[in-house]
């Protein structure tokens, strides 16, 4: 097999790899102190996630409760209540946030919950007297492309003094890469009439290695980019090297570009190039006396 086609492979796989959901953050809240209105513990991240911290909105320091094994990072108030995790993404990264999984347990009768990621609510619940998973909830939207500062959100709504208590959470979901800097290398746009002329599409990285794609040649007709399709004068539309059978001398200044997408759905268009036909040269009779 060729190299190209482990290089696609492996490719493939980085892809499933990335798209598998796991486990993004996970807090058990064993660090303490915890009566605290900020609180960051010893969480297990993700990669791509540089820091957290818990914070109080409510007036209130959190407190050490008992949780699911252990600590639990409490919140007691009049009324509503919420706590605000939020996760830092690494610079030229991304996260997607798909799933929560968390123990709770609430000293009242209403404490029912709700989760929002950037303000968008993803996720609700009750709370029972006596804590318990909620087990893995998935999201009722995904929540894609992450980056920068990410602020997961749990509102806690009741009324009358009481404190809810929060141990075990997890958030999952996926990585992914954006596309990474990549360059044309420019082809050569000179040809004679009547020749083979091919014009190639290689895309390098910074380290000058060259990626397997799929490739779309295109022709710009009337003003805008047109696909080309294997006939009698073109083959090879669909590689990265297009080639024009017979070139005519019509086909000079003609323009071309080449549409190329990654297996991870990185979209890459070549810059316009221009095609530069010229005449067969003719040949020279010398006629040499004696």
């Not at 957290?52 to 050490?64: D, E």
């Not at 890469?177 to 895309?203: G, H, K, R, Y």
């Not at 090879?236 to 323009?255: G, H, K, M, Y």
Request: aromatic fraction near 10%.
């Amino acid at each position: 097999m060729s190299n190209n086609y482990y290089i696609f492979l492996i490719i493939v796989l980085h892809v499933l790899s990335a798209n598998a959901q796991q486990e993004l953050y996970r807090n058990s809240f064993e660090s303490t102190p915890l009566s605290v209105q900020q609180y960051t513990g010893n969480p297990t991240v993700h990669g791509n996630i540089i820091s957290s911290k818990w914070t109080s909105l409510s007036g209130n320091t959190f407190s050490q409760e008992n949780g699911n094994t252990g600590n639990a990072l409490g919140l007691s108030h009049n009324g509503d209540m919420t706590y605000i995790l939020t996760l830092t993404v690494a610079p030229g990264e991304e996260i997607n946030l798909s799933a929560v999984n968390f123990w709770r347990e609430k000293s009242k009768a209403s404490m029912n919950w709700s989760l929002s990621v950037n303000q968008i609510e993803v996720a609700i619940g009750s709370t029972p007297h006596n804590g318990s998973i909620i087990g893995n909830t998935s999201f009722s939207t995904p929540i894609n492309n992450l980056t920068g500062t990410v602020d997961i959100e749990i509102t806690i709504n009741g009324t009358g003094n009481g404190t809810f208590s929060l141990d075990d959470f997890v958030l999952y979901g996926t990585t992914t890469d954006p596309c990474p800097q990549l360059t044309f290398l420019q082809p050569n746009t000179v040809t004679c009439e009547s020749s083979v002329t091919s014009l190639s599409a290689i895309l390098l990285g910074a380290g000058g290695s060259a990626y397997p794609m799929m490739y779309q040649w295109k022709i710009l007709s009337g003003g805008n980019y047109v696909a080309l399709t294997n006939n009698a004068t073109y083959t090879s539309v669909n590689s990265n090297t297009l080639l024009i059978l017979n070139t005519p001398l019509s086909f000079d200044a003609n323009q071309y570009t080449c549409e190329v997408t990654t297996a991870d759905g990185c979209s890459y268009i070549m810059g316009p190039i221009t095609l530069n036909v010229y005449p067969t040269p003719q040949p020279i009779t010398i006629q040499f006396n004696n």
